[in-house]
């Protein structure tokens, strides 16, 4: 999976910051999908935004608040990507980089 800065920013300064974190969340789907066709992410909207990301042996939770996800996304177009990748990482989801893979733009 290939990603473009520039559209991204333009995605980071138009898009709400619920609409923006479902298209990140969608990025990290797709990234994981590629790794593995079992994930399944669900996204929520409680008091806070619930990620949850299902494999067959091992569940990801993730909690990140609407301001918090607003904050990240005017900082920088990929905060929150990075936000949401180092939690996983925490948790103990082995992260794979690799040629096309778009986790070399966000983690480098």
């Known amino acids: 999976m290939n990603i473009n800065g520039f559209t991204r920013g333009l995605m980071a300064h138009n898009y709400n910051s619920e609409k923006y974190l479902l298209h990140v969340a969608g990025c990290v789907e797709r990234q994981l999908i590629e790794w593995d066709p079992q994930y399944e992410m669900l996204v929520m ?64």
């Open 45 to 108: 909207k409680f008091k806070n935004y619930e990620i949850v990301i299902k494999n067959v042996e091992r569940d990801y939770h993730l909690q990140i608040s609407e301001e918090e996800a607003a904050s990240l996304q005017k900082i920088s177009p990929f905060k929150l990507d990075q936000k949401i990748w180092r939690e996983l990482e925490k948790q103990g989801l082995e992260i794979s980089k690799g040629n096309g893979n778009y986790l070399d733009t966000i983690l480098s």
